[in-house]
């Protein structure tokens, strides 16, 4: 059958077009970018962030307000500070935040032995689904319930203390020419937290300098987030309040925690694909003298998945033999 040149000649081109496109796939795919977005889709980011974050509000935010009534009035006021800091709220939200802080006798009063259980609950409902980030991200057998609890009530202490000590270095530091060498102290502070965290939330198996760049995304991802918060914070919380009363302060802070978790999230997939990078970002990473990511007697870590996401998939299309490109249905 005579095939007429026109076709033919838009024939050669599609296929032409095609060998591109998957000359630059498979270019895709090899790339440290594409193993990080693997790493991200293998641990379902969207839902985990927002599952995080709404973790945060529910159980973390009411167990710091919960110990900061416990503590000397200076101390609950370095910690209000931080928080409404890095919030970035103003105006009534603002005060809507203090206001819950500020009734701490009431807060004594009513808590009571079995609302100080509660609050260790909830804290450490909060340290498990962020243990369970770090431990899907760097493919690591799930650890024990009470070393859980443990670690619960340890980041409960470790976080109270960094709120106490930045809000404390921002009243003394935080005006006039001194304000640079705060925001200095503040973004060390928040690399070293966030470096003893996942560390110890993955049970001290992960060598500590493996976990630099977890620390470095993730410290600085969050000093930059509260540095923009300023700006569109007050606008949002604002917003809300106007149109949903209260709730509305609640949904500004909800927004606010699930883009912080979303930081953590992303920080923490990212950080293990650039330690095991076989180039120069993942000996740079491991140091020259490190074999291993993992401390001596630990388990080995966990295989990955059985089919890594591809482009097509990112794409939402998939390739066969009969059909070599074909929409998802």
């Known amino acids: 059958m005579h095939v007429p040149g026109w076709a033919s000649a838009t024939h050669t081109r599609v296929l032409r077009l095609r060998r591109h496109v998957d000359a630059v796939r498979q270019w ?3 790339t440290i970018l594409w193993r990080i977005w693997e790493r991200m889709a293998e641990n379902e980011f969207v839902d985990r962030s927002v599952a995080l974050g709404a ?41 809507t935040v203090k206001a819950a802080f500020a009734t701490s006798d009431d807060t004594r009063r009513a808590t009571g032995i079995v609302g100080l259980l509660f609050t260790f609950f909830f804290i450490n409902s909060f340290t498990t689904a962020l243990r369970r980030v770090y431990t899907k991200a760097w493919r690591r057998p799930p650890g024990g319930r009470a070393s859980g609890y443990a670690l619960g009530a340890t980041f409960l202490v470790g976080i109270v203390a960094y709120l106490a000590l930045i809000g404390g270095l921002r009243a003394i530091l935080g005006s006039g020419p001194l304000t640079a060498l705060f925001a200095l102290a503040a973004w060390l502070g928040a ?23 977890s620390a470095l995304l993730t410290g600085t991802g969050l000093a930059a987030y ?32 699930s883009g912080a978790a979303t930081i953590i999230v992303v920080s923490a997939c990212t950080a293990p694909v650039l330690a095991e990078d076989a180039g120069w970002i993942g000996r740079l ?29 990112a794409l939402g299309i998939r390739r066969d033999a009969d059909h070599p490109v074909e929409q998802l249905q």
């Open 285 to 313: 990473v491991r140091g020259p003298n490190m074999s291993s990511l993992l401390a001596d007697g630990a388990p080995p870590s966990l295989g990955p998945p059985m089919r890594a996401p591809t482009v097509a998939d």
């Open 28 to 30: 895709v795919e090899k």
């Open 226 to 257: 509260a540095a923009s918060a300023t700006l569109w914070m007050p606008r949002t919380v604002a917003e809300n309040q106007n149109q949903f009363g209260f709730f509305g302060v609640a949904l500004a802070l909800v927004t606010w925690l």
């Open 55 to 95: 973790k945060a509000f529910i159980s973390f935010f009411p167990a710091i307000i919960v110990v900061a009534a416990f503590t000397p009035p200076s101390v609950r006021a370095s910690i209000v500070g931080t928080i409404t800091h890095r919030a970035g709220l103003a105006g009534n939200g603002l005060a």
């Open 191 to 213: 690399i070293g937290l966030w470096w003893i965290v996942p560390w110890l939330l993955l049970q001290r198996q992960v060598r500590f300098r493996a976990l630099s760049t």
